[in-house]
């Protein structure tokens, strides 16, 4: 499902403009990093899609939705949102009522809503834990419990806010190959986060807001090389690409492996010279 | 320090005042509210004593705001209440059967006047005394630690209460929680809005005691603070001095109430 | 300065035991660095440092934590304030809420410890200079951002000047800029010499550029124990599901296609590996 923002603007009450003119097209099946520092607008950007704000000016798209058609409810059938936080949404007794929670709201039949609920508990790797108090577990946990409640509502949208914030290696890692899955289901995806390597691993498109614009809008491995560009939005550089450049190695590697096959690459090229 | 305190900062010598005498101030406006005789003397109270403690405490404009924000409503209902429900000789004017008369009138603002010195009183002290000030010396006084911090920490957390119920709505309506509708649907509302709120509440609460260890506050043995209270014994007499007229007005009204 | 023995804790309530025969001794002024996979007993082993478990907690403990030549468990959580300090993740909940200025947070614990009045001032002026929060002295702390509220709560147990500075995961919540700040701290305390640090830690890259040792956490147990250069660049880190720094990754790649030569150990941070692969 395509989502596009079109031209839009976005004030708060108190007076201050936290989006000043976007556009945005997102094409259906699209994975986009959204990057920039604190207040540069990224949460308020994606709070226009499911409906949680609306423009002040200029209007936004859920496939043929606009969204001020429709409550932020009626946007969770296409928009599933991860928030920072799970603290603020944890209310159910057992993980497993909580992350059926979202899919019973949305009116799937209650066969449907085991089926989600187990089939999102397994992706997290807390299918052992279904019948737990949430508040039983420690917070990394939670945080994956959150994530399985947002991908049981299997929505073709999904909005990722710092979802890697608090975890390991290895839940790192998890939270990648869900993303990757997502994208191989053909979902769009949209992924706010301040681990530039992190989002190097799953996105294929990155933006970088700083002062509620847009500096950069395109393929990832493009956006995340140019340093003078990042260093504005006061954002740091993936960590290969720092390290290409303190070599000064031409190219964009984004992973270990990206990295060392420029090196390689280069070596190659200056043994011939 | 804005924060969301009423608490206004200014060089007042009203402000340098000794929490506890304003407190006795307080308490002495709240007998005045309660054994005041008519409403001639609550308004006098009010415009010859406390409007000009407030100029004195440089907070003129905010005291009248918030006085009269407050008590207008209470003006309105109870004339209107009183107005028709209590007996009275002189009719004003009648609505079908119900009679507004002057005495009932008069009736009903007098007891808006109580509220309105009561009020007064309770607006001088917050306006001009810091908070943390009020409890420190209270707690020189004898109140319980604990129940200090109790005190000033809501005053503080209360609000993040609010945000967070606010974050609480959002995250609860982007799974599909959908607000509003008829009676029923909106106490259904109440469990997944106040469930996280509570809980997450019930967490940092364990986190904040924990913090609070951390910085020695269950160490017994005398504390000792940053902030200076300045008293003086023209102040301990100011103390005495109102609590005898307050005494004095409570004896005046119980007599004449017996006569 | 601080060591363990044979120490293992058991939560109320709960059949494991969240550590399990630790053994470890650190001495005055040393930085050492904690990692572990989630839920291997970090925030446990800061917990039993800082006087928390069992005093707080409640829960089983065996074996013997010191502090110095003092017994911990004979200490109570108010002896131990001042002495070993702890600051945690979150850091709206590390902020008293019983002061309205940060001058007044930072002085909180100084009240509370008793001291006289001109050197609590002192102290929370040289606090306030030290951490940089200078000008935020009159600011509420509640209206401060993260990173901001992390330094207020780092400065008001600093200000009680504890021997023993136990920092669990103080930036995972921040942002960037957050980050930054939090570290250029810790680095300074930790160069002053005068504060043992202890700090819980998932970015290998930072623990590589301060601490002098690091000890691997796994379910409950200490599994490594060495020099931050030959711990962070283990092999095993990534058994035990802490992964490595993607410099590790790319020489560790590199090596084994013969593109540089063998280093003794991988390189951790940006510097070594552009050493290496120069």
New interface residues.
Partial sequence: MKVKVERVSFVYHSGVRALDSIDLAISSGETVAIVGENGAGKTTLVKLINGLLRPTAGRVWVGNWDTKDFTTAQLATRVGFLFQNPDEQLFERSVEREVAFGPRNLGFSEAKVKAKTRRALQQVGLLDKAQVNPYDMQPFERKLLALASTLAMDTPVLVFDEPSIGQDAAGRRRIQRILAGLHKLDRTLLLISHDLDFCAQVATRAVVMAGGRLLADGPISKVFSQTELLAQAAVSPPQMVRLAQRLKLPGAPLTPRQFVHTYSAWRNRRKRT | MRGNLLYLDKESSLHQLHPLSKLAFTFFFLICAAALPGLDWLLAAYFFLLLPLAGWGQVTAPFLRSSWAVITPFVISLSLIQGFFTGGETVLFSLGRFAFTFEGWLAGLTVAARILVALGGALLLTLTTRPDALMQALTQRGLPNSLAYIVLSSIQIFPRFQDRAQLILQAQQARGLETGGNLVRRLKLLVPLSGPLILSSIVDVEERAMALEARGFSRPGRKTSLLVLRDSQAQRLLRFVLLLLGLGLITLRVWTLFQ | MISLQDFSYRYPGQQHFALQQLNLEIKAGQFCGFI????AGKSTLCYAL?G?APH?FRGEVRGRAWLGKKNISDL???DL??EV??V???A??????????V??EI???????????RR??TR?DEVLALMDLADLA???P??L?GGQQQRV?IA??LA?QPKVLVLD?PV??L???GTQAVFKIIEMISQRGDTTVVLVE?KL?WLAAYADRVIVLDHGRLVMDGTARAVLASADL?KL???R???S??AD??RN?K?VSAPSHLPVT?NQ??AL??
């Fill in positions: 572990g996979a989630n839920g800082s928390f707080f109570s959580l108010a304030a001042g300090g702890l945690f993740q979150n709206f909940n590390q902020i008293s809420g019983a002061r309205f200025t001058r007044g002085a909180f614990g100084l009240e509370n410890l008793g001291l006289a009045r609590i001032v929370v009159d600011r509420s509640y209206e951002s709560a008001s147990i009680m995961e995972s919540q942002d960037p800029h998932h890259e990534v599901g802490i992964g720094t993607l410099y990754e790319a790649l590199a296609k593109l940006l590996a552009q692969f120069q």
